[in-house]
């Protein structure tokens, strides 16, 4: 059983910074693309940044310059800095990953429980 565990969510203030942290864990040989979306009340689901697995991301345009999306493939982990945060960026953040549970393909694709971030003075 796959599992994409969040950590690092928080208050913080206007202007300052947050790194979300999210592991995958069970039974993985790899993993291909790893992403972080956020939600807020009564919207859908938007893309905030997205890394492939050769080191390739994109972001949403609202994060563009503030963002950085990062991983590190021995550890199963992908990360978001996230700096000069804004209210707007308030919401729950999930991750998701697509894994490579063999060496014939198959693959897994999921979502994390998603970790809360509040922006406010």
């Known amino acids: 059983q796959v599992q994409l565990v969040e950590s690092g969510g928080g208050l913080v203030q206007p202007g300052g910074s947050l790194r979300l942290t999210c592991t995958a864990s069970g039974s993985i040989v790899g993993i291909n693309d790893m992403g972080w979306y956020r939600q807020t009340s009564g919207k859908e689901r938007e893309l905030v940044a997205q890394i492939v697995d050769g080191g390739g991301s994109n972001y949403g345009d609202s994060v563009k310059g503030r963002f950085t999306i990062s991983r590190e493939n021995t550890q199963n982990t992908v990360y978001l800095q996230m700096n000069s945060l804004k209210p707007e960026d308030t919401a729950v953040y999930f991750c998701?990953?697509?894994?490579?549970?063999?060496?014939?393909?198959?693959?897994?694709?999921?979502w994390g429980q998603g970790t809360q971030v509040v922006v406010s003075s």
């Open positions: 998701n990953a697509e894994v490579r549970l063999n060496f014939l393909g198959t693959t897994w694709h999921g």
